[in-house]
């Protein structure tokens, strides 16, 4: 864990068995959700760069705070991993890489946030369950969201992934909605490694949620940097062979589910 005075705290991921010079060709910026901190991603943002050339760095803008929605504090953080790369990711030193930003609940929220106080454009952005959106914002660049078809942890999905997906360009985004209407719930809180402690602790299947959701971000990424055209198929191959209920949603599609505020669940 590295701390940037006055900014925040990061811990980067990349896969050792890529030669130096093409370790970092990609670099992903996943900001950690409320109470979280820079610990509590090793599995997902693992899963993001194995077997790829994708780094990725966990990020905290507020590590002494519970509430991670500064969206200035996001971006300072941000910028100031970007300007000196060289010095703070080994890996990245000397390389140019694609920037991709994101994170989970509000910390994807302050992403989005972010955008207009970055001093480079981003190449997508990357929202696990990014939380709260009052009305749907406006992203421009490629997005990738992943959320839910049920209300968990007091994250309202209308307010949620669901939201940033309909305020993206519908040229170029892709939402991951899983199905967590089952017997056994997958809440918001299973792209951590451990849920959200007794809030909303992990639930059988986290892992299964972390491994297509690492897997996504390596197919997203790749579907950026080809400026392929979107089409579901080039993502589904993201959750095949994994026990996940997930409907895919891409570009001008909508998902089905969406309902008025007294017919939302909350699924404790």
């Known amino acids: 864990v590295m701390t940037l005075p006055k900014k925040g705290q990061i811990r980067y991921f990349y896969d050792d068995g890529h030669v130096d010079e093409h370790a970092c060709g990609s670099l992903v910026v996943l900001g950690v959700g409320t109470a979280m901190t820079v610990n509590d991603y090793e599995d997902l943002a693992s899963r993001i760069s194995w077997n790829n050339d994708i780094v990725t760095v966990v990020s905290d803008h507020a590590p002494n705070w519970i509430a991670k929605t500064s969206h200035k504090a996001y971006a300072d953080l941000t910028v100031a991993l970007i300007k000196n790369l060289d010095d703070l990711i080994p890996p990245c030193k000397s390389s140019s890489p694609s920037i991709f930003i994101g994170g989970h609940s509000s910390s994807g929220m302050a992403a989005v946030m972010a955008l207009p106080l970055l001093d480079f454009v981003p190449s997508g952005f990357i929202g696990f369950d990014p939380f709260n959106f009052n009305s749907p914002p406006s992203i421009s660049i490629p997005a990738m969201v992943w959320g839910f078809s049920d209300t968990t942890c007091a994250v309202d999905?209308?307010?949620?992934?669901?939201?940033?997906?309909?305020?993206?360009?519908?040229?170029?985004?892709?939402?991951?909605?899983?199905q967590n209407h089952h017997e056994i719930v997958l809440t918001h809180c299973s792209f951590t490694d451990k849920g959200c402690e007794m809030i909303c602790p992990e639930r059988e299947g986290s892992d299964d949620v972390r491994v297509a959701a690492g897997n996504s971000a390596q197919r997203f990424v790749s579907v950026v940097l080809a400026s392929s055209s979107y089409s579901k198929h080039l993502f589904e191959d993201a959750v095949a062979g994994i026990d996940l209920d997930v409907d895919i949603f891409v570009n001008e599609e909508q998902p089905d589910n969406i309902r008025s505020p007294t017919e939302r669940t909350e699924v404790k």
């Open 157 to 178: 999905v209308d307010k949620a992934a669901k939201a940033a997906y309909q305020g993206s360009n519908p040229k170029h985004r892709v939402f991951f909605q899983i």
